[in-house]
Every structure is written in structure tokens, then in C-alpha cells.
């Protein structure tokens, strides 16, 4: 039997555990998995909805770390994480993505010398700026198992001397959560809801802090959404932090005067997959949601300088846009017109069989170990 304690913390976290958790489920005779949530995010519209949309159990623990500086939250997350795991005394402590939860915990358990495995491994975006990035790279420095969404991963990992024999490719594990919702998403009555008249809209989210806790990168955007929202309706589901820097940055009129910009609480996961699954154009500074484009088929252009997921890129509908005005008008015009580029392709392995890879690899680990 292995008994894993599966971490959350942030909304990305919870649609790439939700599958793992379920597929771990299906095997009982091998896993026994538990769910720690460190309460990182803690509305109920960023984290309570997901664990209803995605069937993910309630979490066996719940931390209730919230918010703090980079240092306080990481800090809370490792002092409260500790007692959890040498009570429980796992096999293995899997965490997944970038997010401060993810190193906080992984850092816990190597010092513990308990084994960690990383979902999602190899990104890199070679920005140093971006606090993702600093969790990504010592996350994969210290954990013993590394799964990685797609082969540019692979490579980045190699060239920072992680040995071979503890990378497995698996794939995008996001997919498999799109793939097992998108058809209960898409009879969703999202649009109505949002009083949505047309067909044709474009959905927006912000919240890196380059973007949004910067008045010039913040105004550059608008005033590229003022030009984009007279073309069509704009849905713009906006982040807690967000809206505290809208309110911050005295921003909050020119927001409200941009007619057709649709400014709404955050949405669960099945609602925003329905509304990305029928946009006309995708604006984001997200990572999960470049790769959700890609496996849609849906334009995105990605309001950032640079991305950790290249592979959108290469093979899917991701445009690297930056902030400045008149290229994001322009990209989104080439979009709206049907000039953007288009693509049938879907990155290798991203075919919802991901979890299962990754209990396999788990299964295997473990059988390889008992053997020595
Ligand atoms: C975090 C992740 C980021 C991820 C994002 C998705 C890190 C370093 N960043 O950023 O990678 O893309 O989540 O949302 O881990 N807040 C609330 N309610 C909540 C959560 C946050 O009001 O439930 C507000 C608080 O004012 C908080 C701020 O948002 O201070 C930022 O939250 P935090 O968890 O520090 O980072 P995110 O910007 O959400």
C-alpha cells in the first residue's frame, strides 16, 4: 500500500490534483491517498467551488495558512505541513505546479527525508522575476520524482543535471480534467447568467503581478481593452488581487468606463470552461489557461513578456503578446478576423490519460525500491 498525501493550495492546484486523487480511488488496493489543502486560497469562489466542480474530496487536512508576504505564507505553509506529514508518515507527498504551497511543502518533506514527487515539472520560463519561477526551479532541485507535461521539460531539466532515471514524461495532467468535464461544461448556462446576449465575446484574466501591480504595464492593457471591448464584449472574471490593485492604482473608474468590459467575480471551474471553450479570443497572463486554449483550439494571446509553456506556443494557439497597446490590438484583430494562426495539433500526451501514467510511474518506483 502507498499512502500519498496529495497537497493543494492554489486555484491551479486543484483541476491537476482532482485527477490523481480519482484515478488513486480507482486502484484502492495500491493507494491510499489523502488530500492537504494549506489553504493558500480560501474564498470560497477560489477554492471551495473547484473542490465541487471536480469532485476533489473535502481535504483530510486543512492548514489555513491564507494570505501573507512570499515569506510569512511560505513559512506558515512549512510549519504547519511538518506535524501532517510525520503524523501520517507517507509514502510519498505529491505536489503539483508552481505556487509558493509547492516548494513550502517540498521543502518540508526533503528535510524529512520524505520522498516527493513534482506534477508538472521542467517549466521554466527563465524570468527570476516571477516568483513561479524560483518555485520551479527548487522544486525540481529537491524532488525524487519529476513528471513533466510535455518534452521541452524533459530537456530543461536535464541541463540543470537532474538525472534521467527520476524524469518521467507523462503529459499535461490539466487535460485530463478538461477532457472528463468539458462536455457537462458546455451545458452549463454560463452566458445567460452573465446576460450574454450574442455569440461572440472574448474572455480576459489578469493577475500576475507584473501586470497588475504596475501602473504603466496595468494602463498599457487597458488601453488595448478599450479599443478590443468596441469590437465585442469582453468577459473579465477578475482576481482578488486584481481587484485590490484596481482599487490601489485609483483605476477603478477607467475599468468601470470601458463599456462592454464585463467585470465579474471569479468563476468556478466549470463556468469558465464553458465560457473559454466558446470564446471568440482568450486574453490571459495565466499559465494553466494558455494550455487549456491550446487543447481547445481556442486564440490565445498572452499578455506577458514570456512563457514557462512553450509548447502552446510551437504546436498550439498561443500568441506571446507582452503588454504593449498596439501589439495586443493588433494580434487581436488578427484573431477576430480569422487571420491568427490556426492549428490542429495537440501536444504528445496530452490525452487525459495523465494520472494514470503517473500511478503507474508511482507503482513502479515503489516495486523497483523493494527489489534493492
Ligand atoms: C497565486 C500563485 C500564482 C497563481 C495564482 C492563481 C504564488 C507565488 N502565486 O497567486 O502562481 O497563478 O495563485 O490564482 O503562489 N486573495 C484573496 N482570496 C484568496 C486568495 C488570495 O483575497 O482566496 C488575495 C489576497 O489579497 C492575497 C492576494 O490575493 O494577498 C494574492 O494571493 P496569493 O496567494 O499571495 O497569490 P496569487 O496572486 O493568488
Redesign the pocket.
Known amino acids: 500500500m502507498l499512502k500519498v498525501i496529495n497537497v493543494v493550495g492554489?486555484?491551479?492546484n486543484f483541476m491537476k490534483v482532482a485527477p490523481i486523487v480519482a484515478a488513486m480511488k480507482r486502484r484502492p488496493h495500491i493507494f491510499q491517498p489523502l488530500v492537504v489543502h494549506t489553504g493558500?486560497?480560501?474564498?470560497s469562489a477560489?477554492?471551495d467551488s473547484f473542490f465541487h466542480d471536480l469532485d476533489l474530496p473535502q481535504p483530510d487536512t486543512h492548514l489555513g495558512v491564507g494570505?501573507g508576504s512570499?515569506a510569512a505564507?511560505t513559512a506558515a505553509v512549512m510549519e504547519r505541513f511538518e506535524p501532517v506529514v510525520l503524523r501520517e508518515k507517507p509514502d510519498w507527498v505529491l505536489v503539483v505546479g508552481?505556487?509558493?504551497?509547492t516548494i513550502a511543502c517540498a521543502l518540508v518533506c526533503v528535510k524529512l527525508g520524505v520522498k516527493v514527487a513534482h506534477v508538472e515539472a521542467g517549466l521554466r520560463s527563465r524570468d527570476r522575476s516571477m516568483?513561479?519561477e524560483i518555485?520551479r526551479l527548487l522544486t525540481d532541485q529537491i524532488a525524487d520524482l519529476l513528471f513533466t507535461p510535455s518534452p521541452d521539460a524533459d530537456e530543461n531539466l536535464l541541463a540543470e543535471g537532474i538525472p534521467r532515471e527520476r524524469i518521467r514524461f507523462v503529459g499535461n495532467v490539466m487535460i485530463d480534467s478538461l477532457q472528463k468535464n468539458l462536455e457537462h461544461a458546455r451545458d452549463r448556462r454560463t452566458r445567460e447568467k452573465l446576460g450574454l446576449s450574442g455569440a461572440d465575446y472574448a474572455l480576459l484574466t489578469l493577475?500576475r503581478?507584473s501586470n497588475v501591480d504596475l501602473r504603466e504595464s496595468f494602463e498599457r492593457i487597458l488601453a488595448a481593452l478599450e479599443v478590443i471591448a468596441s469590437k465585442l464584449p469582453i468577459v473579465f472574471p477578475v482576481?482578488?488581487?486584481t481587484r485590490?490593485t484596481i482599487a490601489e492604482l485609483g483605476l477603478t473608474t477607467r475599468v468601470n468606463g470601458i463599456k462592454d468590459l464585463r467585470v465579474v467575480d471569479p468563476l468556478g471551474y466549470l463556468d469558465f470552461l464553458n465560457l473559454s471553450s466558446s470564446a471568440r479570443l482568450v486574453l490571459t497572463d495565466?499559465?494553466g489557461i494558455q494550455e487549456e486554449t491550446t487543447a481547445l483550439g481556442i486564440p490565445c494571446l498572452t499578455l506577458r513578456e514570456n512563457t514557462e509553456r512553450p509548447i502552446t506556443v510551437e504546436m498550439g494557439t498561443n500568441v506571446v503578446v507582452g503588454t504593449d497597446t498596439t501589439k495586443i490590438v493588433a494580434e487581436a484583430t488578427a484573431a477576430l478576423n480569422g487571420s491568427a494562426k490556426k492549428t490542429t495539433r495537440q501536444p504528445p500526451l496530452w490525452d487525459g490519460r495523465t494520472s494514470e501514467r503517473i500511478l503507474d510511474a508511482l507503482e513502479e518506483f515503489a516495486s523497483l525500491q523493494n527489489r534493492r
Not at 508552481?98 to 504551497?101: A, E, F, L, P, R
Open positions: 492554489a486555484r491551479p493558500q486560497h480560501y474564498d477560489m477554492s494570505s512570499h505564507q508552481d505556487v509558493n504551497s516568483p513561479e518555485n493577475h503581478p482576481h482578488p488581487r485590490k495565466s499559465g
